[in-house]
Structures are given as structure tokens and as C-alpha cells.
């Protein structure tokens, strides 16, 4: 119950679909448009669910993640195509917004700009120097990550969604509020 409890609230948090809902609320009329975008929200959640429950016939036993094996034979070119497709693009398009707003007008416009792209590729590049520079090491820490997130990826992925979710949250919150 707990786990529906959780997945629900990232679900709400999303921070795309609140800065849509928000954005088509402040619109003209947008108290219509707003119960028009609940509606059809209700109806695909429901939807979705009575497919779950039709399709698997209320049964769906946990397999265990075959993904690792596909990451294991994954060539180097292909995980370039892998790093674009994990890309956050609703968060990058936040920061991208945030960046035109300066106007890029001058050095430091620019040079915020290239501060928020290393630091939004910070972890991957020092997870990197870390297996480069202490392979043996990384590679026993990463093992028993890889280990952990088999057994707790939908948990992680909910908790660090959820995170991310409320923070957004209460930064729209208090721009909508100043």
C-alpha cells in the first residue's frame, strides 16, 4: 500500500505535467480548461489500469530484469544513443528556459551557461574519472549498486522521482506566489 502511496505522489509531482496543468489553468478560461485536463487525466489513468488488469488478468508475477544483460552487451555507440534518450528533457528545457531569460547578453550569461551544463553532467563525469583512475574499486562498488538496484529499482526510481518532483513543486510554488 505504501508503494501506491509513493508512486501516486510522483505520479502528481511530475514536474511536466504540473507545469502544463499550471500553465493551461492561468490560460483564459482556464478553470474549464483545468477540469477538461482532470477529466481526460482520470479517464486515461483509468484506462491504463483496466488495460493492466484486462492484459494480465490481475496476475503479474515480477520477472526478473533482463536490462542488465542488454547493458552488458550495449556497444560504446550505442550508449551514446542510450545518454540522449535518459536525458531529463523536461528538466533541461526548464534550465534551457531559465538561460533565455538571461539573454545571453554577456560573458557571465554565457559562462552560467556552461556551469549548468557541466554541472548537470557532474555525477556522470566523476562516476567516469572514478572508474578510470580506480578500476578495481569501481568496479566492486558499481557491482554491489548494480545488485542493490536489481532488487530495489522500482523503490529508487520512485523516491528519487519524488524528490525531484517536490522540489520543483515548491520552486513553482513560490514563483507563483512572489
Not at 494480465?56 to 515480477?62: I, K, M, N
Amino acid at each position: 500500500m505504501l508503494e501506491l502511496v509513493i508512486l501516486g505522489l510522483v505520479i502528481t509531482l511530475s514536474p511536466l505535467t504540473l507545469v502544463a496543468f499550471i500553465l493551461l489553468l492561468a490560460a483564459k478560461g482556464g478553470i474549464w480548461k483545468g477540469l477538461g485536463f482532470i477529466l481526460g487525466w482520470m479517464a486515461c489513468l483509468v484506462a491504463v489500469i483496466a488495460a493492466v488488469i484486462l492484459t494480465t488478468g490481475g496476475d503479474l508475477p515480477r520477472k526478473p530484469p533482463t536490462w542488465t544483460g542488454w547493458l552488458d552487451r550495449m556497444s560504446p555507440w550505442a550508449a551514446v544513443g542510450f545518454g540522449a534518450f535518459m536525458q531529463p528533457w523536461s528538466l533541461v528545457a526548464i534550465g534551457a528556459a531559465t538561460v533565455v531569460q538571461a539573454k545571453l547578453s554577456t560573458v557571465g550569461d554565457w559562462l552560467a551557461l556552461v556551469v549548468f551544463c557541466l554541472l548537470a553532467t557532474s555525477s556522470f563525469l566523476v562516476m567516469e574519472l572514478y572508474a578510470v583512475l580506480s578500476p578495481e574499486a569501481a568496479a566492486a562498488r558499481l557491482g554491489r549498486i548494480r545488485t542493490w538496484i536489481d532488487g530495489h529499482m522500482d523503490q529508487a526510481i520512485i523516491l528519487v522521482s519524488l524528490g525531484l518532483g517536490g522540489l520543483l513543486l515548491v520552486d513553482s510554488i513560490f514563483l507563483l506566489l512572489a
